[in-house]
């Protein structure tokens, strides 16, 4: 077992993982000249002089970095001299402190690595929807050295994955922990949203409202079969995806708190968890840390940065998305009984289907092998279910009638100008 580690530039998470088989860890500046797959305000504040020092930290400990370069779409900007400068300088800068690997999107970014910076190596991202042979041979065939599978699309896919594994010689990665509805189809636009959010030079610098994420945590509480129903491998299922030949899995996510970060990679080491499955799939609604953790101390600045932007958005219209997430745990940890708990102990014998049968073809309502075990394994608090229903609904009247970006009263969204 290999294991990809995201990074939340915590000099104690590089010492907490000594003794476990983390060979790399993963992260990237907020902000940079290609962007990536996450939102600013979702990532950890780190310098350029940080994120190198970080870099020479894990290199003592014998943990390579991996800088994401993944952004789904880059504007244009890397067909311009502009862009092709900051790609440069960014390369270039990767390069002189040691950085290992870059992963991308974008076979062209693919290319300009391969070409000028030939010491770095390179993975495709998951973001490229890799999920049958011929795509993976033509990465591989253009100068991929690895490639991340789309785990939306083929993670319960058993046939397809032994297949490419069979078919490709560069080494091949699991995303094994995140928990987005399996073969979404939110996923193409989220995907373009969240790589225009960390671009440096992009209008919006930084601002942006995750519309995606709030529908898909919605259809998660709203149907609880959509907990099930997802993309995650449980840490007791990493053997039926080793004897298929993958032994590097990516475990996720970025600017969580170490000591959750460390539950994570302990938990997939020992191939066990007795305990709540969302614990290491979700990125919200965290137990067991303090709400003093630098993650959930978001000063004025960070409010102004990334939510008070009156030229772009009716602040005022925020305030019923800010009590959302409050509601939701996603600004502060659990402290009590969590609202919603996937027993990992019920999913047991839950991979079985998989061996024999994907879900590309399948009709859910007619297969309800998910069903059935959502019956078993998931509990939601009944009330805090029908209050956070009802703070998205005002949440998504908002943003679909158009409230979110008026400061008159009066219209309904229809035809107004």
Same mark, same amino acid.
Request: include cysteine.
């Given at each position: 077992?290999?294991?990809?580690?995201?990074?939340?530039?915590?000099?104690?998470?590089?010492?907490?993982?000594?003794?476990?088989?983390?060979?790399? /860890?993963?992260?990237?500046?907020?902000?940079?000249?290609?962007?990536?797959?996450?939102?600013?305000?979702?990532?950890?504040?780190?310098?350029?002089?940080?994120?190198? =020092? #970080?870099?020479?930290?894990?290199?003592?400990?014998?943990?390579?970095?991996?800088?994401?370069?993944?952004?789904?779409?880059?504007?244009?900007?890397?067909?311009?001299?502009?862009?092709?400068?900051?790609?440069?300088?960014?390369?270039g800068w990767l390069c002189g402190i040691g950085v290992e690997t870059v992963t991308v999107s974008s076979p062209f970014l693919l290319r300009i690595v391969k070409?000028?910076?030939?010491?770095?190596?390179?993975?495709?991202?998951?973001?490229?929807?890799?999920?049958?042979?011929?795509?993976?041979?033509?990465?591989?065939?253009?100068?991929? %050295? !690895?490639?991340?599978?789309?785990?939306? /699309?083929?993670?319960?896919?058993?046939?397809?994955?032994?297949?490419?594994?069979?078919?490709?010689?560069?080494?091949?990665?699991?995303?094994?922990?995140?928990?987005?509805?399996?073969?979404?189809?939110?996923?193409?636009? #989220?995907?373009?949203a969240l790589a225009h959010a960390g671009q440096k030079w992009h209008g919006n610098r930084g601002f942006f409202i995750d519309g995606c994420f709030l529908r898909?945590?919605?259809?998660? /509480?709203?149907?609880?079969?959509?907990?099930?129903?997802?993309?995650?491998?449980?840490?007791?299922?990493?053997? =039926?995806?080793?004897?298929? !030949?993958?032994?590097?899995?990516?475990?996720?996510?970025?600017?969580?708190?170490?000591?959750?970060?460390?539950?994570?990679?302990?938990? *997939?080491?020992? &191939?066990?968890?007795? !305990?709540?499955?969302? %614990?290491?799939?979700?990125?919200?609604?965290?137990? !067991?840390?303090?709400?003093?953790?630098?993650? *959930?101390?978001?000063?004025?600045?960070?409010?102004?940065?990334?939510?008070?932007?009156?030229?772009?958005?009716?602040?005022?219209?925020?305030?019923?998305?800010?009590?959302?997430?409050?509601?939701? #745990?996603?600004?502060?940890?659990?402290?009590?009984?969590?609202?919603?708990?996937?027993?990992?102990?019920?999913?047991?014998?839950?991979?079985?289907?998989? &061996?024999?049968?994907?879900?590309?073809?399948?009709?859910?309502?007619?297969?309800?092998?998910? #069903?059935?075990?959502?019956?078993?394994?998931?509990?939601?608090?009944?009330?805090?279910?029908?209050r956070a229903l009802a703070a998205y609904d005002e949440v998504f009247r908002s943003l679909d009638g158009g409230a979110m970006w008026r400061y008159l009263p009066?219209?309904?969204?229809?035809?107004?100008?």
């Open positions: 077992m290999r294991l990809s580690v995201a990074t939340n530039f915590d000099p104690a998470l590089v010492d907490a993982l000594r003794g476990f088989p983390v060979v790399e /860890l993963f992260g990237k500046l907020r902000e940079d000249a290609v962007g990536g797959g996450r939102a600013p305000y979702q990532l950890a504040p780190v310098s350029r002089k940080g994120l190198a =020092a #970080h870099v020479r930290f894990a290199r003592a400990a014998g943990i390579s970095f991996n800088y994401l370069l993944n952004a789904s779409c880059l504007g244009n900007r890397e067909i311009t001299r502009a862009g092709q400068a900051e790609i440069e300088n960014l390369c070409t000028r910076y030939p010491e770095l190596k390179v993975r495709i991202s998951v973001f490229a929807g890799v999920d049958r042979v011929r795509k993976a041979r033509m990465w591989e065939e253009m100068g991929a %050295d !690895g490639i991340v599978l789309d785990s939306l /699309l083929v993670n319960r896919e058993f046939f397809t994955l032994a297949r490419i594994r069979e078919s490709v010689k560069c080494d091949l990665e699991l995303l094994v922990n995140n928990n987005c509805l399996y073969s979404c189809a939110l996923s193409p636009a #989220h995907m373009n898909c945590t919605e259809m998660k /509480l709203r149907d609880p079969v959509n907990y099930i129903r997802s993309e995650w491998i449980r840490p007791e299922d990493i053997s =039926a995806y080793e004897e298929m !030949g993958y032994d590097l899995f990516k475990v996720t996510e970025r600017d969580l708190p170490t000591p959750v970060m460390v539950n994570r990679v302990r938990a *997939y080491a020992a &191939r066990r968890y007795d !305990g709540n499955l969302l %614990d290491l799939v979700q990125p919200y609604a965290l137990q !067991g840390v303090s709400g003093s953790e630098r993650y *959930y101390r978001k000063g004025i600045g960070w409010q102004r940065r990334f939510l008070l932007r009156p030229g772009l958005v009716n602040p005022a219209r925020m305030l019923p998305l800010k009590r959302l997430a409050d509601m939701r #745990h996603m600004t502060r940890p659990v402290t009590g009984a969590p609202p919603v708990v996937v027993d990992n102990r019920a999913l047991d014998g839950f991979i079985e289907r998989f &061996r024999e049968k994907g879900c590309r073809d399948v009709e859910c309502e007619a297969c309800r092998w998910c #069903h059935d075990f959502a019956a078993k394994a998931v509990r939601i608090d009944p009330e805090e279910s029908r009066g219209g309904n969204g229809v035809g107004d100008p």
